[in-house]
Each structure stands twice: as structure tokens, then as C-alpha cells.
């Protein structure tokens, strides 16, 4: 009995391994539990692509740049006003710094219709735009005047953009206006203004002056001038002659006269002698009195 149980078991062995070898020589066996089995060809691919790098991520070379800006400016008094329009691009992601103006006194920045948040770093104004995209900045400038003889400028700072055009309007009809660095592309006079357009260099600041050929400017009305006055008299009675002394005070209570005359008397017979001296003591305000002379012709006396 157990010879023949034995001769079973033997003979199901046999079969199962050539069952097995029927099958096919090349299976995989079965690894331990928590493995995983793999071909030689699968493992080889594996290695192959853990050996590859990844593709690096294209970046702009620069966060952000400026397309084009158009400034108009506007003259008056003792300063210049100009307003700046920025055209731009943010080319990464995120909070980008982008650099507006060096050398400039801002004031005003607007982004469309919101305010711009600006920072000063090394002598230029640097905006924060969220990124990426187009973007368009507003800016509001201001520059003091220089002047000479017959002569007024003052420096324009110029964005550092692809191309910079210029509205640039000066007091004064017919009036010649020359740039530092730029191009003037047209003329014009209105109203007793002179407007030029013209192209600057992107990023270099432009000196503005001019001279006007016009008339020297008429000088203003005169106030009309008001005196009081005030005549004391001494008359001495000699052997001889007559004395007269006359003190007269004039004070300037409007206006600034450029001279006071002081009349002599005439003589009240042919027989009589013109005054030799008369004196006039003069008050100004904020001025110290003057004394005038009369002379022996009898005519009038100025100081």
C-alpha cells in the first residue's frame, strides 16, 4: 500500500516538471513575498531611463522689458511737468522688478487704473508687476528750470524703452528749441506757444532748451504816485533885502516817483531878485530824506 502511494506521488512530480519545461523554458520565477520580478529587458529599460536627464524648463533671459513710451511735457513758470506712458512686457512669473526711470523726481505712478507700487534702488524707480503679461504704466515727472540770459532748459529723463517719442511744449511764439541727444521730427506755434515731437535716445537723458527771439516785454504800468506835502515859510524883512525860507516835507504815500520838482517862486517886482538857494527835505517810505538845490536862475530843482 504505501509502495503504490509512493510510485504516485513520484510520477506527479515527473509530470509537473515537464509540464514545466513545455511550457516554456524562459519564465520568470516567482521571487520572494514583498519583491517584484522582473525581466532582464524591463530591468535594462529602467536603468535606461533613470539615467536620462530631464529636459530643462526655457526661461527668459530677462524678467521683463519696455516695448515703448511716449512723454508729453508741458513748461510753466519755473518748472517743467512731463507724463509718461510705458508699454511693457512681464516675461516670468510671479512679482517681477522692472526698472522705469534713473535720475527722475516721480510724482505720480499709476498701472491702468490702479496705483503702482514703486521702490528706489541704486538711483532708479523700479516698479513690482505681477507677471507674466503686457502691462501698461503711467507716470507723472517733474524737473526744475535753469536759466541764462535769454535762455531756459532743463533735463528730461528718458525710459529705457525700445522707442521713445516726445510732445514737448515750451512758452513763447516761434521759439527756438534744441535737444542734447534726439531727433526734432516737427514744429509748430499756437497761441503764443511753440510744440515740438520729437524721438530721444531710449535710456539717456535729454537736455531741453530754448531761447525766444520775441520783443523785450513791455514794462509794467506805472501806479499813479501820490504826495503829501507840506510848506513852511519865514520871511525876514532887512535893511536891504527880503529873506524868504521855505520848508517844504513831501511824503510818498503810493507809488515810486522817479523824480520830485520843487518850483521857485517869482519875483513880485522887476525890481526884486530871484531866490539864490532853496532846500527840500524829502521822506520816502523805507527811504532817508534828500535834500534838493534850487539854483540862482530860478528854475526847478529834481533829485
Known amino acids: 500500500m504505501s509502495r503504490t502511494i509512493l510510485f504516485s506521488m513520484a510520477a506527479l512530480l515527473v509530470s509537473s516538471l515537464t509540464a514545466s519545461a513545455q511550457n516554456g523554458s524562459s519564465s520568470v520565477p516567482l521571487g520572494s513575498p514583498g519583491t517584484v520580478t522582473l525581466s532582464r529587458a524591463e530591468y535594462d529599460r529602467l536603468l535606461d531611463l533613470a539615467s ?17 513710451a511716449e512723454i508729453r511735457v508741458r513748461v510753466d513758470g519755473s518748472s517743467a511737468r512731463a507724463t509718461m506712458r510705458i508699454d511693457g512686457d512681464v516675461l516670468r512669473p510671479g512679482v517681477v522688478k522692472v526698472a ?19 521702490t528706489a534702488e541704486a538711483g532708479a524707480h523700479v516698479a513690482l508687476v505681477q507677471g507674466p503679461g503686457p502691462f501698461v504704466a503711467t507716470l507723472e515727472t517733474g524737473s526744475a528750470l535753469a536759466f541764462s540770459p535769454g535762455r531756459g532748459s532743463f533735463v528730461l529723463p528718458v525710459p529705457s524703452a525700445g522707442s521713445v517719442t516726445a510732445t514737448i511744449d515750451v512758452p513763447g511764439d516761434q521759439t527756438d528749441v534744441r535737444l542734447s541727444s534726439g531727433l526734432i521730427l ?8 511753440t510744440t515740438i515731437e520729437a524721438t530721444l535716445a ?30 513852511k515859510s519865514i ?9 524868504l525860507i521855505a520848508l517844504v516835507n513831501a511824503t510818498v504815500v503810493q507809488g515810486e516817483p522817479a523824480q520830485i520838482v ?31 538845490s534850487i539854483p540862482r536862475s530860478g528854475g526847478i530843482s529834481s533829485c
Do not use: Q
Not at 536620462?52 to 515703448?68: E, F, K, T
Not at 516737427?186 to 506757444?193: D, L
Not at 520871511?235 to 533885502?241: F, H, K, N, Q, R
Open 262 to 292: 520843487v518850483p521857485s517862486p517869482r519875483a513880485t517886482s522887476s525890481a526884486a531878485r530871484p531866490a539864490r538857494r532853496w532846500s527840500a527835505r524829502i521822506r520816502a517810505p523805507g527811504k532817508s530824506c534828500c535834500s534838493c
Open 202 to 231: 531710449p535710456g539717456t537723458p535729454a537736455e531741453v532748451s530754448w531761447s525766444t527771439h520775441d520783443s523785450a516785454p513791455s514794462p509794467a504800468a506805472a501806479r499813479d504816485v501820490r504826495i503829501l506835502a507840506d510848506v
Open 235 to 243: 520871511v525876514s524883512i532887512g535893511e536891504a533885502d527880503v529873506r
Open 186 to 193: 516737427r514744429r509748430a506755434s499756437a497761441s503764443g506757444r
Open 100 to 118: 522705469l526711470l534713473k535720475g527722475a523726481t516721480l510724482l505720480d505712478a499709476r498701472l491702468e487704473n490702479r496705483p503702482l507700487p514703486v
Open 52 to 68: 536620462r536627464r530631464p529636459s530643462p524648463i526655457d526661461v527668459a533671459p530677462v524678467g521683463a522689458v519696455l516695448n515703448r
